[in-house]
Structures are given as structure tokens and as C-alpha cells.
């Protein structure tokens, strides 16, 4: 087995370095074979997204992220900016299911800015279309009009078949998980998502076992914080998905703890931190490698279906936070602030425990 890992830009490969010392630690037969993506992608090839890496990624059977991003390449053109790697990226593997856990450690209840009593247990799994939706439809752009005033466009699509094929994939996990799938969409308005609705219907004829709700989104955002325990699975399209999933991860207390995975329909997935490359903080070894190393744990079950090395690696993050080891974003008092490297070492130590 075969991994590709991009450690990208700003605190990625801090981060990655992390996640590859547990991936070793574990022993297993894997092959890593590292290359540039985003701004590093640009400083080595002039494409965020060389070719080298793109076939790379293609024959590796998964791929590690770490993030991509600085605002230094801001005032690039916009084909050479290192986000258009990463939706090339996963346009180019087809990746269109993101899969994003958002799951509260009993040890960080105190880290969230909620009421412990409305997060303690919270653990959700928002399901992303990732392909689709109003950041690839056409047309789009920014055109003159005849008056002379800048108009901008972006065009919202879905067609019937890609949102079945999300829709299986979050009622496949929810009958994994406490099978109820809620649906999030904004059909009262946006015909689009009339379609979505009416598609997760149909698809809910194939999953008798599993409870389908429907929510608008912007009701979906408040539930998000006022009731989030309410929530098993969500799946909902790309721009959505993309703000809730965000909004999910602040109810962990911390951006740095979660996890995700992009998957196609074969299970090939790449896994990368849910957070961006935090310039603000690169080169420092603060980060908290804990977002990585759980997408390790993520692509373990995913891509290799070895649950075993994947429950070990979560196992190790739980010791490593019941043994009061904390990186800055999630120190409170009372508990030993540490390091990027050093947490990495903390849980590699705990995966022998
Ligand atoms: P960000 O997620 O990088 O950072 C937001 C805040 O969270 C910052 O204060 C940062 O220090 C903190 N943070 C993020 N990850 C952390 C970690 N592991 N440990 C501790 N603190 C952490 O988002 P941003 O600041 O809006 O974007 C910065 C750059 O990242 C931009 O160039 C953006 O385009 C890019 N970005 C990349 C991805 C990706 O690669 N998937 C996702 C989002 C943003």
C-alpha cells in the first residue's frame, strides 16, 4: 500500500511530520513518498498543483494533507493560487465525499465556548458533497455590462446522480453509526436543493432502518448551537457543508482536533486536517498535530479497512489527552502545555500503552 503525503504550506508539514511518525510507529506495510502541493507546490513546479504530484496522488492508493495556503501567494493569479491545488486535487481523484466527524473528548469539554452540558458526548459526522455545487457550476465569473458595472457569477447545479451517490454515502454510515441522516438543504428557496430534497426522499426508500430529517440551512446553523447533541449524520451540498462543517468544528473547542476525509466511489480517499495552514502560527512547532494524526486513524478504516490500527490510533490521542498533555489551542488550566513534536511523541508513546 501506497501513501502520498503532501505536506503543503504553513503549519502542514509541522503537522504531517506528526502523523507520519505515528503512521511508522504502527509497522505496518506501507510506502510513503512525499511531494509538494499549494505555495510549495508553486515555489518547486510554478503550478500548486505539478504534475509529478497529481500523478503521484493518482497511483498512491491514499493521500495525507497538511494545508495549503499563505496569504503571501494572495496576489497571485487566481490558477496559481495554492487553493486551486487543492480543488484541483480533488476534482482530478474525484474525490466527492468529505466526511468530517465533529467529536467532543470528554477531556476538552472545558475547551469549548458552550455550555459542557450542551457538547459533553457530542459526536456527529457532517457529510460534504465536495464536487459539485456553486464553486465548479458554470457559468461563472466576473463580466463588464453594457452600463458599464461589474457583475459577478457563480451557478449553483446539482444533477440527480451526484447527489444519490452522497446520499448513499451518508445513509451507508449512518447504519453504522445511530441511523438518523438530516439533511440539509435550503429548498424553500433554491430550486437546486428542491432537487436534493426530493432525491434523499427517494433514496430513503433503500434505507428503511434509517430516520431521514430535513433541515433548512440556516435554521441548521442556529440547531448547530443551540441543540447539536440532536444530530447523527448531516449530508448536505458543497457551500453548505463548507460553513457548517466549520461552524461544527468550534463546538470541539478547537479547529486543531478534527479530522477529515475526502473519499471516491472506490474508497481511495485523501485525508487532511478540517483546519487551513495557520500562517499565524507556522514554523513554531505549536500546532496541534492531533487533526492529522486522527485522519491517519480515518484513512486506516477508510482506505486500508484495518479498524484495528485505526481504533489504536484513536486510543492513543484519548491517552494522550486523559494524560493532560495539550497543545496551546487546547491548554486550560491545570493541565502540561506541550509542543507540535512533542504531542506527536506523546501519542506515539500511548499507541504502546
Ligand atoms: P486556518 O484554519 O488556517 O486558521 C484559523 C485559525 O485557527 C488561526 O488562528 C490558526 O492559528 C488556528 N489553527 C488552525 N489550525 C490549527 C492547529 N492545527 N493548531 C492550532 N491552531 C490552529 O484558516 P485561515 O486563517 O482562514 O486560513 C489560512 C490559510 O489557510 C489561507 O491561505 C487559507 O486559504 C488556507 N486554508 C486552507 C485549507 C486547506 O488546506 N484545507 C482550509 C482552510 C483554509
Redesign the pocket.
Known amino acids: 500500500m501506497k501513501i502520498a503525503v503532501l505536506p ?1 504550506d ?2 502542514g508539514p509541522e ?1 504531517v511530520a506528526q502523523a507520519v511518525k505515528v503512521l511508522h510507529a504502527l509497522n505496518l506495510d506501507l510506502t510513503l513518498e512525499e511531494a509538494p502541493i499549494g505555495g510549495a507546490g508553486y515555489e518547486a513546479a510554478g503550478d500548486p498543483l505539478p504534475e509529478a504530484t497529481l500523478q503521484l496522488a493518482k497511483e498512491a492508493d491514499a493521500v495525507l494533507l497538511g ?5 503571501k501567494y494572495d496576489s497571485l493569479p487566481r490558477d496559481k493560487r ?2 486551486r491545488g ?1 480543488l484541483r486535487i480533488r476534482k482530478e481523484l474525484n474525490l466527492f465525499a468529505n466526511l468530517r466527524p465533529a467529536l467532543l473528548y470528554p477531556e476538552l469539554a472545558a475547551a469549548s465556548t458552550l455550555k459542557p452540558e450542551v457538547v459533553s458526548g457530542l459526536d456527529i459526522m457532517i457529510v460534504r458533497e465536495l464536487t459539485g455545487d456553486i464553486y465548479f457550476g458554470q457559468p461563472r465569473g466576473i463580466s463588464t455590462l453594457e452600463n458599464g458595472e461589474r457583475e459577478g457569477i457563480n451557478t449553483m447545479r446539482y444533477s440527480e446522480s451526484e447527489i444519490r451517490r452522497i446520499g448513499r454515502v451518508a445513509f451507508d454510515i449512518a447504519m453504522k453509526r445511530n441511523k438518523k441522516v438530516c439533511s440539509v438543504d435550503k429548498a424553500n428557496v433554491l430550486e437546486t436543493t428542491e432537487l436534493w430534497r426530493q432525491v434523499m426522499i427517494e433514496l430513503a426508500k433503500d434505507y428503511p432502518e434509517v430516520e431521514l430529517s430535513h433541515m433548512y440551512v440556516d435554521n441548521a446553523a442556529m440547531q448547530l448551537i443551540r441543540a447539536p447533541k440532536q444530530f447523527d449524520v448531516m449530508v448536505t451540498g458543497n457551500i453548505f457543508g463548507d460553513i457548517l462543517s466549520d461552524e461544527a468544528s468550534m463546538l470541539t473547542g ?3 482536533m478534527l479530522p477529515s476525509a475526502s473519499l471516491d466511489a472506490n474508497n481511495k480517499g485523501m485525508y ?2 478540517s ?7 507556522a514554523g513554531k512547532n505549536i ?3 492531533l ?1 492529522t494524526i486522527l485522519s491517519v486513524a480515518m484513512m486506516l478504516r477508510y482506505t486500508f479497512n484495518d479498524e484495528v490500527s485505526a481504533v489504536r490510533v484513536e486510543n492513543a490521542v484519548k491517552k494522550a489527552l486523559a494524560q493532560g498533555y495539550r ?3 487546547i491548554y486550560t488550566e491545570g493541565s502540561q502545555k506541550v509542543s507540535c513534536s512533542d504531542m506527536g511523541d506523546a501519542v506515539v508513546a500511548a499507541l504502546s500503552l
Open positions: 503543503g504553513g503549519i503537522i494545508a495549503v495556503g499563505d496569504w495554492p487553493e487543492l478547537s479547529i486543531g487532511e486536517p483546519h487551513g495552514s495557520a500562517p499565524d502560527i500546532a496541534n498535530p487533526a497543545t496551546a489551542d
